[in-house]
């Protein structure tokens, strides 16, 4: 539960970086993250703890969040090596879906 949720708590920091470099390595870490929570279910189906068809769903989930968060970071990789990129990280867009109030990252 600590890693999923682990994911979405640090794309949000991602949201904040302070430059590009800064954007890349908060989104190596949602990467991480990701990958650490599809281990945990592989590892509770191998011990027969839940059934693989209970959470087929969410691995499949998960290994597409993981291939958008990979893609992500070989865009912005590839953005930073462009003559005309600058080291803003203006392509983020920050959008809670929550109505509670949300922090500056300014």
Known sequence: MRSATSVGANYRACCCARSRADFIAKLEIVEEECDESLYWLE???ADDQIQA????E???EGNQ???????????ARSARKT?????????VNRQSQ???PTRSCG
């Open 98 to 100: 929550l109505t509670i």
């Open 43 to 45: 590892s509770l189906v």
């Open 65 to 75: 969040i993981l291939a958008m968060i990979v893609a992500s970071i070989k865009t």
């Open 83 to 91: 003559p005309n990129s600058t080291d803003s990280p203006k392509f």
């Open 53 to 56: 068809a209970a959470c087929a």
């Open 58 to 60: 969410l691995a499949a």
